[in-house]
T-cell receptor, first 114, second 109 residues
């Protein structure tokens, strides 16, 4: 595997389900990110981890819970979601979360909440 | 307030017809401006980073330029495979990337 991988690629879940999204980066980076992408809207940063420590939480509802066990893996735990949470969820990584480092993205998980 | 605006929202060109995409920004303390390409159903793919006004970078048919207020992505003699959504993001003093909504480029053969 190379780059940034995400599983599953597609997920349909009911509002009462609990599921998790997984991200793995094979680039030797130290920072990882979760973004939400909705149609025709800018990417929304959700969480940032730098050297396994959470450094940003952009007022994300508690029904989204991130976990970063090491610098290569990132999870997003989902529970009691709302239909408006349907979107493409993107994981990214960079050398660190500091200045000037480009981020590399995974293919995303297309989430549909019914 | 830090802001990034991309224009046009969509652009249709004939194959070989050169044009430019615009990314205008208002941020305090620019630390970098990033261009990405995104194909349908995929994550954004990194293209360029520009750090200071006057800087230019090229890759195949793409050339990115930067001024103190905006960046242009010039596409020379585009081909259908250049069709994608092009995203611009700016990194300011707070280190987070501030993203534009993107320009959807369609190149017709």
């Amino acid at each position: 595997e190379t780059g940034v991988t995400q599983t599953p690629r597609h997920l349909v879940m009911g509002m009462t389900n609990k599921k998790s999204l997984k991200c793995e980066q094979h680039l030797g980076h130290n920072a990882m990110y979760w973004y939400k992408q909705s149609a025709k809207k800018p990417l929304e940063l959700m969480f940032v981890y730098n050297f396994k420590e959470q450094t940003e939480n952009n007022s994300v509802p508690s029904r989204f819970s991130p976990e970063c066990p090491n610098s290569s893996h990132l999870f997003l735990h989902l529970h009691t979601l709302q239909p408006e949470d349907s979107a493409l969820y993107l994981c990214a990584s960079s050398q660190t979360s500091g200045s000037g480092y480009e981020q590399y993205f995974g293919p995303g998980t297309r989430l549909t909440v019914t | 307030e830090d802001q990034v605006t991309q224009s046009p929202e969509a652009l249709r060109l004939q194959e070989g017809e050169s044009s430019s995409l615009n990314c205008s920004y208002t941020v305090s303390g620019l630390r970098g401006l990033f261009w990405y390409r995104q194909d349908p159903g995929k994550g954004p793919e990194f293209l360029f980073t520009l750090y200071s006004a006057g800087e230019e970078k090229e890759k195949e048919r793409l050339k990115a330029t930067l001024t103190k207020k905006e960046s242009f992505l010039h596409i020379t003699a585009p081909k259908p495979e250049d069709s994608a959504t092009y995203l611009c993001a700016v990194q300011a003093a707070g280190y987070q990337l501030i993203w534009g909504a993107g320009t959807k480029l369609i190149i017709k053969p």
